[in-house]
């Protein structure tokens, strides 16, 4: 029987995980700096290495899953501290607390810990090179896990997109109240649906098989992205093609983030869906809900 620790549980993906333990009876307790008032969860500043430890000492947990992360990846640009405080120094003392506790800890990282200088998709054992404070704490972190914990996932996701948070399917319907939208085209990644990264994880925790994963969807531009949701949504205005770099935003993107997913598929047994797939399904359920 699991029970699990779930840090950030406030999140998109932290909820998500949520939605799906109470689903499926699963023993867990979520903490975050804000929290519902219910027996699931508890406030807790997961900086605080010894609140998190007097936590742990409550019960017998078997999975620590840490969805907590600082990604105002602009922001982070001007305010590294903070940003490393969440994504590297308390992903380590995270880590410390799995091996002391003997937890299985699962620990989310970013494809924005590649340079995205490559012209072919990012394999597991290419070495990370971030070209932001972001990308830079998020490896720090998974370095911090490699060398402080036992048994551990570390499962990298790109451009994530769920029900619970604010995403960029979001952001573009929200544009779309505009007659004319400037979408990048030399930006491509891979859209990470939340309900697929929470069923892959839990099918990962049966096969105990620890160490890195890539987790995501089928690759695209933004542009791409942009337009399949607009023509979803009966968006009736111009879109229009530009470069990234006129948006002079603070944090440097990579241009080419796509993570090779074919070691992960072959431990899952299965492909993930295409991206055309999950951001429909997302479309109908936000539909569906908002009825």
């Excluded at 999975?63 to 992903?91: K, R, T």
């Amino acid at each position: 029987m699991k029970k699990i620790l779930l840090v950030g549980s406030q999140g998109q993906l932290g909820k998500e995980f949520a939605n799906y333990f109470k689903g499926n009876e699963i023993a867990f307790l979520g903490i975050d700096l804000i929290q519902k008032e219910e027996k699931n969860y508890q406030v807790v500043n997961i900086c605080d290495k010894q609140a998190v430890k007097e936590i742990l000492q409550q019960g017998d947990f078997t999975h620590i899953i840490n969805c907590a992360a600082y990604n105002a990846v602009d922001i982070a640009e001007e305010d590294f501290e903070n940003a490393n405080l969440l994504n590297n120094l308390a992903v380590g003392n995270l880590a410390k607390l799995a091996k002391e506790f003997a937890c299985q800890l699962v620990h989310y990282s970013t494809d924005y810990v590649f340079d995205g200088e490559n012209s072919k998709p990012y394999k597991i054992s290419d070495k990370p090179n971030p070209v932001s404070n972001y990308g830079k704490t998020k490896y720090f972190g998974e370095l911090a896990v490699e060398q402080n914990a036992d048994e551990f996932h570390i499962i990298r996701v790109s451009w994530l997109f769920g029900i619970y948070g604010n995403n960029f399917v979001n952001k573009v319907i929200s544009w779309s109240k505009n007659p004319e939208l400037k979408i990048a085209e030399n930006e491509t990644s891979a859209p990470t649906y939340t309900e697929e990264v929470v069923l892959g994880t839990m099918k990962l925790l049966e096969s105990e098989k620890f160490g890195k994963y890539h987790f995501c969807n089928t690759s695209c531009t933004r542009y791409e992205w942009a337009k399949f949701i607009l023509d979803k949504i009966g968006f009736s205005g111009k879109v229009e093609k530009v470069k990234k770099e006129i948006f002079n935003l603070p944090a440097k993107r990579p241009t080419f983030s796509v993570m090779d997913t074919s070691e992960t598929e072959k431990i899952l047994g299965y492909k993930f869906s295409s991206w055309q797939d999950v951001t429909t399904k997302f479309l109908e359920k936000l539909n569906n809900l908002e009825k």
